[in-house]
């Protein structure tokens, strides 16, 4: 009996031997678990230092300067250059103003030239400023200039090439167009704006050399400032000097949109066949609405790549001369009807 | 593995130190890379504000030597300039994959202020004040291009770095909790160290007290036995040494008084024996020559009877004192036997019937001497001397194939069940005194020894029905029990 209540007594102290190693194992297989998830949590913690850079790992650096950044149109054109430049291994920067705010696009212009940047692919403005700063200052200091989506005339910018829409061509598409909606007489008003006069006499160039031969079609020539209200009463002063007018033309790309909610106002339906040289989603949609007989559609993803493509190409050397005319890229009419 | 304990004081005092050490260590490894990385930081933040503060510095430099064109104003000139240089260079290393593009436009920003004034300087020594005035125009907005450069820069670094302090942060937080799990499964693991170590200390210690207790109560034979390398395993191994030792001498005392209770008892017996064997000091040969002498004197007396039975009882007393452990033929012993029923037969006369039956053919086979005689005479004690009508007894030697039947038979009242079984069984009856001296189960005994065991004898016996005795002799390897008995 005696002995009988020892071996319990021994067999009760070695199963809490045993529970107790276990216990202390476990115990010890959690902590260090526990302890080697937060060594791995520090060590995984944060983000590292940017590389330092030791050379010069980028061949060129260029820079993309537009007057309208973030709309649709220079965001392809942006997207497409800087895919390219990653492609090419160079460094693209895209500076530029918003809402044409032509003395910051100027000025980013004279950093761009003061900084020394390799090429300079930027958005052509024809003014006096502009062609000084490229043929001047951009001269001296042999930075390469490329116009890109609207062009400046070649012998006042100096400017190597020009990438983009053929305007001219945009124009004589506008105006075959017309002719084949409208037959081969009616009266045409054609609204410009104030900016990239380039662009627009180009594209006025263009519709005239069509319908000149056409004596039975009436072209009017209206001009309508950049800010929205002078544009509204240009466009309702040329509707009430014109009421009977067969076609509209927005010449400049700015102004489509003001220009067909003022016609909307006046009239429940639009008497006037309207183009437009603009393909922004707004000018798109009005299209869709049947608003819009038809308008331009242009290439910007085309003019990204092609511009950065030229500008390395010319910075190597590679290419001889560049055509001094120009790349065009493709334009095309698209029609209300063609749309879905 | 030895190990004092002072080595494991010294293990754990170690263990711990390089725990605290490690982690003392690593932490001040991780506050000083932070605090590295914020330097850093803050140091490129400097070195940028300093790109545009030079650049300010070097446009006011240059406007006081147009308005005033003193040698001290040029001389702070040149030192605007030698700082922008030198700032430009350290900007240079601030360099990134990050930033690399602003950073380069500012750089090229400051050389083309260093040109800039430099132009203006040439134009102003060439006297072309309006020349002058606009390089500096250009030079100015320079500087206020580089302000603004900067503070993109500046801007884009606190971009990019902001996931950095973020990631900092983190970590802090993730040191926090290292820290608490750490802290625990240290505290853990040297509480579970120290209980080992202080228990390997104490348990060794506590076997050995309680080895020492069962020492003085008196118990010498338990083995002692320490699991431990350090001290108390040798304190523990000298203690066991003694504890053999004194065992040892315990035993020897017992051993020795043990010896000498028996040495005691032996000399007690010697005595009785001596006296003994004075008592029967007897020369036997006396005894037979004597016998012999009145067997003579007997026959010519003319009792020839009686000079047989002298001779008879001369030759039985030889043979018993000669064969008793020696092998002998079978012969041999129905010769003996004769003689002895030939005395009996005197003594008994009538009353003994002795019918023997022997196949001569089987005579010469061994068996142990005096194995016949004792039985015969039991036989005579039992069956003949108490019963007045006197009995028979039957004797008969037959041939098997293998054995050697010898059968004695009686008539007498029998023996009991349980005797019996305790005469095969060897046991000593002590069966009454008169026979010639050697007893029923000393027979038994040294036919056991003989054939090594075999079952060689049987008894039949009832109640009132006689007793029969059957020994069945082996034929077969009866040489070789000669030889070596003769040897023995």
Redesign the interface.
């Known amino acids: 009996m005696h002995i009988d209540l020892k071996m319990n007594i021994l067999g009760g102290q070695h199963q809490l031997r045993k529970t107790a190693i276990i216990t202390?194992i476990a115990?010890?297989l959690m902590?260090?678990y526990?302890?080697s998830a937060?060594?791995v949590?520090?060590y995984r913690?944060?983000?590292?230092?940017?590389?330092?850079?030791q050379e010069q790992?980028?061949p060129y650096?260029l820079v993309l300067i537009t007057q309208e950044m973030d709309t649709p149109f220079w965001d392809l054109v942006g997207d497409s250059a800087l895919a390219e430049a990653e492609k090419q291994g160079i460094?693209l920067?895209i500076w530029g103003s918003y809402g044409s705010n032509e003395d910051d696009f100027l000025?980013k212009m004279?950093?761009?030239i003061?900084?020394?940047?390799d090429g300079i692919i930027v958005q052509g403005l024809d003014t006096e400023e502009f062609n000084e700063l490229t043929k001047i200052q951009a001269g001296r200091h042999g930075i390469p200039v490329i116009t890109v989506a609207s062009d400046v005339p070649m012998q006042d910018s100096l400017r190597r090439t020009y990438v983009g829409s053929d305007h001219k061509e945009a124009g004589r598409l506008v105006a075959r167009e017309l002719l084949s909606d409208m037959g081969q007489a009616g009266t045409v008003i054609l609204i410009g704006g104030s900016r990239q006069r380039y662009d627009q006499d180009l594209r006025l160039a263009g519709i005239h050399d069509i319908l000149q031969h056409y004596p039975d079609i009436h072209t009017v020539f209206a001009e309508a400032p950049d800010e929205r209200e002078r544009v509204v009463s240009a466009a309702r002063d040329v509707m009430n000097r014109y009421p009977e007018a067969d076609a509209l033309i927005a010449v400049n790309s700015n102004i489509t949109e003001t220009l067909v909610r003022e016609i909307g106002k006046r009239y429940q339906q639009s008497p006037f066949r309207i183009y437009s040289f603009d393909d922004s989603p707004e000018t798109m949609e009005l299209l869709k609405a049947g608003k819009l007989e038809g308008m331009i559609l242009q290439s910007p993803e085309e003019m990204g790549r092609i511009s950065v493509d030229l500008m390395v190409k010319w910075l190597k050397s590679e290419a001889g001369p560049l055509d001094m005319s120009g790349y065009y890229t493709n334009i095309r009419m698209v029609k209300a009807e063609e749309l879905p | 593995m030895k190990m004092s304990i002072q080595h494991k004081i010294w293990l754990l005092a170690a263990v711990v130190l390089v725990i605290m050490a490690s982690i003392w260590a690593a932490l001040t490894y991780y506050n000083q890379q932070t605090q590295d990385q914020y330097n850093n930081i803050l140091q490129r933040y400097i070195q940028m504000n300093d790109a545009s503060i030079a650049s300010k510095e070097l446009v006011a430099a240059l406007n006081n030597y147009l308005v005033t064109p003193a040698q001290e104003q040029r001389a702070l000139l040149q030192e605007a300039i030698d700082h922008i240089r030198q700032s430009k260079y350290e900007m240079y290393r601030l360099r990134n994959t990050d930033n690399d593009a602003e950073l380069s436009s500012v750089v090229h920003l400051m050389d083309s202020l260093v040109e800039t004034t430099d132009r203006t300087l040439l134009l102003r020594s060439e006297n072309d004040p309006e020349a002058t005035s606009t390089t500096f125009a250009e030079a100015t907005r320079l500087s206020l291009y580089i302000s603004e450069m900067t503070l993109t820069l500046i801007d884009k670094e606190l971009n990019t770095y902001n996931p950095f302090y973020r990631g900092i942060i983190e970590r802090t937080e993730a040191l926090k909790q290292l820290g608490v799990w750490l802290l625990l499964l240290i505290t853990f693991l040297l509480a579970v160290f120290t209980y080992w170590f202080s228990h390997s200390i104490t348990r060794p210690l506590l076997s050995l007290s309680r080895a020492a207790k069962e020492i003085s109560r008196g118990r010498f034979d338990l083995r002692i036995e320490v699991n431990s390398n350090d001290e108390i395993s040798f304190l523990a191994k000298m203690f066991e040494r003694m504890r053999v030792n004194i065992n040892n001498l315990i035993m020897e005392i017992q051993e020795k008084a043990q010896l000498e209770k028996e040495l005691q008892q032996s000399r007690l017996l010697l005595q009785e024996s001596q006296l003994r064997s004075l008592q029967s000091q007897i020369n036997p040969h006396f005894l037979f020559n004597t016998l012999d002498t009145i067997s003579k004197k007997a026959y010519l007396e003319g009792s020839e009877e009686t000079s047989d039975l002298l001779v008879n009882v001369a030759e039985l007393l030889r043979y018993n004192l000669k064969r008793l452990n020696r092998s002998v033929t079978l012969y041999d012993e129905v010769r003996v036997l004769h003689q002895y029923i030939e005395i009996q037969t005197a003594r008994f006369a009538e009353r003994l019937q002795f019918q023997a039956d022997i196949d001569e053919r089987c005579l010469y086979i061994q068996l142990p001497g005096l194995t016949l005689q004792p039985l015969i005479e039991n036989a005579v004690i039992h069956a003949v001397e108490p019963r007045e009508e006197g009995g028979i007894i039957r004797f008969i030697v037959k041939d098997e194939a293998e054995h050697v039947r010898v059968v004695i038979e009686d008539d007498g009242p029998g023996i009991p069940e349980a005797k019996i079984r305790s005469i095969v069984a060897g046991v000593d009856t002590g069966s009454g005194g008169h026979s010639t001296g050697i007893g029923f189960s000393n027979v038994v005994q040294r036919l056991k020894l003989f054939y090594q065991g075999a079952d060689v004898i049987h008894i039949k016996s009832a109640q009132g029905a006689g007793t029969t005795i059957i020994l069945t002799l082996p034929k077969r390897g009866n040489e070789e029990h000669v030889q070596s008995s003769d040897c023995g």
């Not at chain 1, 913690?45 to 850079?53: F, H, K, R, V």
């Open positions: 202390i115990m010890t902590l260090c526990f302890t937060s060594i949590k520090l913690a944060g983000s590292p230092m940017p590389a330092a850079l790992e980028v650096r460094s920067q000025k004279e950093i761009a003061a900084s020394k940047v």
